[in-house]
């Protein structure tokens, strides 16, 4: 039964991921980012962008009253802010990698302690989670890709990790965590 619920996730969010520039996703994952510290989980993402029409507006709506809230400005003014073309339409900038490694050691419920320890079991536990729940490879690169950059992979990038699917010589996780490390490198992990 949870494999069929990840392999609906997927395609839902696969069929999102198409109209990318309709998809409120990515500056969901920014609104979280700045204003939590962490990126959105994927049932989070699930809720704003697949069963909402005004998706991004509830997020920041969650947001601004959640108690780990950490902006100083006036709530009503944080709103106006996010909410703003400026902010929507804002380049993407670039995320320290301790912010990425505190994202993955988030959505995989490691916690928040960035340790070389932390890390590494918060890579063995996603890629454990994206094996058990996909059912072939495209699908497992997608969950690690929507846990980490709130979309699915693009033909290019999946391209680029079935290649290194394919040529490794090292067992089924082994290989896994290498496709993660790859993943790990992307410009939307390392971006808001």
């Known amino acids: 039964m949870r494999k069929i619920i990840c392999f609906l996730l997927s395609f839902v969010l696969c069929v999102q991921g198409v109209h990318a520039k309709s998809d409120d996703s990515f500056i969901i994952?920014?609104?979280?980012?700045?204003?939590?510290g962490v990126v959105p989980t994927i049932e989070e993402i699930e809720w704003y962008c697949v069963y909402n029409t005004n998706g991004y507006e509830k997020a920041i709506d969650y947001l601004l009253n959640h108690k780990n809230y950490i902006w100083d400005a006036p709530k009503e003014t944080s709103k106006a802010l996010l909410l703003s073309d400026?902010?929507?339409?804002?380049?993407?900038?670039?995320?320290?990698?301790?912010?990425?490694?505190?994202?993955?050691?988030?959505?995989?419920?490691v916690g928040f302690e960035i340790t070389?320890?932390?890390?590494?079991?918060?890579?063995?536990?996603?890629?454990?989670?994206?094996?058990?729940?996909?059912?072939?490879?495209?699908?497992?690169?997608?969950?690690?890709?929507?846990?980490?950059?709130s979309r699915t992979s693009n033909l290019e990038e999946n391209s680029k990790l079935s290649k290194l699917i394919k040529n490794s010589k090292k067992n089924e996780v082994e290989t896994w965590l290498d496709v993660l490390d790859e993943i790990l490198e992307f410009e939307d992990v390392n971006s808001k």
Do not use: H, W
Not at 29 to 36: G, P, S, V, W, Y
Not at 86 to 109: H, M, R
Not at 121 to 149: H, N, P, Y
């Open 29 to 36: 994952r920014r609104a979280f980012i700045d204003i939590l």
């Open 86 to 109: 400026n902010y929507k339409s804002a380049p993407k900038s670039k995320i320290e990698k301790t912010q990425v490694y505190k994202n993955l050691c988030f959505t995989t419920g």
């Open 116 to 149: 070389p320890e932390k890390v590494n079991a918060a890579r063995l536990k996603l890629v454990q989670s994206a094996i058990l729940c996909g059912d072939g490879e495209t699908e497992i690169i997608d969950f690690m890709c929507i846990t980490l950059m």
